[in-house]
């Protein structure tokens, strides 16, 4: 759903073949069945470039992804209201420069793109807490349990963000699903 | 949702698509092993495919890779055609070699900008190359941008495309959309060739390796999603149906990844292997920027992979420009392919290197078994050998130095560390 404008952006990052790394993508593809004009639904891998292209000046992005924590509460979901100023939230720690090709993570991209005036204008990321990321197709009951409060959780952002913006398009769609 | 106060240590935010880590142990002031660790998809998707219909390998094993899925599609298809007796040449093909120019352009400028080059600058990373130097790596993602817009003409999106089927597309686009396409190319040309001459000048250790090369051939053109034979450099090529004759996949005790030997012994693909093995088949621009640059007749620097990445990414948009000039658009955009018994092989060069794929195919459509052979795990014997020869020559380094010039020779082969990892974890044990 790619509109010219996006008021917001929702961005689900992960990989549905790594179990509860696929919570990003089923956020997104949850949110497919609801009317929100003015918002993009985008699934990514995370790669900083992309990430750029798909917040870079629209008004709201937010991010929903998969965490791994030591201690887990598999489902749990945190949300951060990331400070663009520093970005540097310890949710989103800043990791050593590494090898790989896939090596640049969100954090990175937030600096990257601070860096290269891409920021979007607000930005908000929902972390879920998995249990499992292994090889396989479903989440495990935790994270799936936790989805239907994920999606509420995002369209009541996608809601405070229409209203704050005055401009009844994304809220009348979020409203009468959040409510 | 929770806001309890909780001590989290977070181990990683998202991708988690794989894990690397580098196990290594000095004995008496000796390298006595550098093991790279791998956790590899590919043999989960290969269990995956098993049952699936022949159709569905195109799209189910993009998902391997965020930043190439259009070479493990390309390499699924050919392997699948090929079982099914089937051999799509013409607008399609020209179509197919498009779509993986885009992926060229586009990964071969997120490496080289993103990752490469600040090493070779003296910068942590990225981010700081951008505060100092934001025109250079706004150049970069421009140029990572218009391969972006190949793969999400042609592919349909730029992760994961979605228009690639057995036999073909299921759409193809039209000249005024290749037109428009075409436009945001040639500025891009500029850009790669800014880039060959900007990487020229870095400053590049002096290391030959002598491991053995291995690259798709095609006798034609510079290899990219297909060719005819393997060519290695030092032995007779073999047909693209011998693969598993001459490289075989071992087990090995540190990793999931399967590490594959070319008749017993180590050998690397991607872009130092296609040059030294397939440069006559470059373009002359590409052939004088390569030169210019100081590169000969071969290259076997792993530093000096960051000079081919920026050579390749000239002739791949070169390429690109060439094929929309003389696009015929295919009609239909896809031929019939009719599923049959049979073993398929098929290879193509992702821009790590060589891709193969292999399927068995029931008459009834379904798939009997998969293979699934990376270029990382080709690569990791001789990345690992080049590893232990970095430890050994730098063992009065801390760790943390030492971990810093292990993740450098790493990103000289642009591993997809099985697409992929984040950090390279180094352990080092001290005996």
Known sequence: MKTAVPTAVVIGVGNEYRRDDGIGPALVAALADHWLPGVRLVVSDGEPARLMDDWAAVPLAVVVDAVVCEPSAPGEIHRTDVSLREPADPVVETHAHSAGSHSLGIPDALRLAAALDRLPGRL????????????????????????????EAVLGELLANTTERGKPTAATAAGRDVR | MSHRARQLRVSSLARVEGEGALHVVVRDGEV?????????????????????????PPDI???????CPVAYQTSAIAAIENACGVVVGGPIADLRRLLYCGEWISSHALHIYLLHAPDFLGYPDAVALATDHRDIVERGLALKKAGNAILELVGGRAIHPINVRVGGFYAAPSQAQLDKLAAQLRPALDAA???????AGFDFPD??????????HDPARYAIERGTTLRRSAGPAFAVDAFSNHVVEEHVAHSTALRARLDGGRYLTGPLARYTLNRQHLSPLALELAAGAGL???????????????????????????????????????VGVQARDGVGHGVSEAPRGLLYHRYEIGADGLIRSATIVPPTSQNQAAIEDDLRRVVAANLDLGDGPLTGLCERTVRNYDPCISCSTHFLDLTMERL
């Open chain 2, 296 to 334: 000969g007749i071969e290259c076997r620097n792993p530093f000096r992979s960051i000079v081919v990445r920026a050579v390749e990414t000239v002739y791949a948009v070169e390429e690109a420009l060439r094929l929309i000039e003389s696009y015929q658009q295919p009609e239909p955009s896809s």
């Open chain 2, 207 to 216: 290391l030959e390796l002598d491991h053995e090369l291995l690259a798709v």
């Open chain 1, 124 to 151: 908000v990321v929902f972390a879920v807490e998995t249990a499992d990321v292994g090889f396989g197709t479903e989440l495990t009951t935790p994270v799936a349990a936790a989805l239907p409060r994920l999606v």
């Open chain 2, 193 to 199: 060739v800014a880039t060959v001459r900007w990487v």
């Open chain 2, 32 to 56: 006595e092993r550098a093991d790279l660790q791998i956790y590899e998809p590919p043999r989960f998707f290969e269990a995956l495919l098993r049952g699936r219909a022949y159709t569905e």
């Open chain 2, 61 to 67: 094993t993009a998902r391997i890779c965020g930043i």
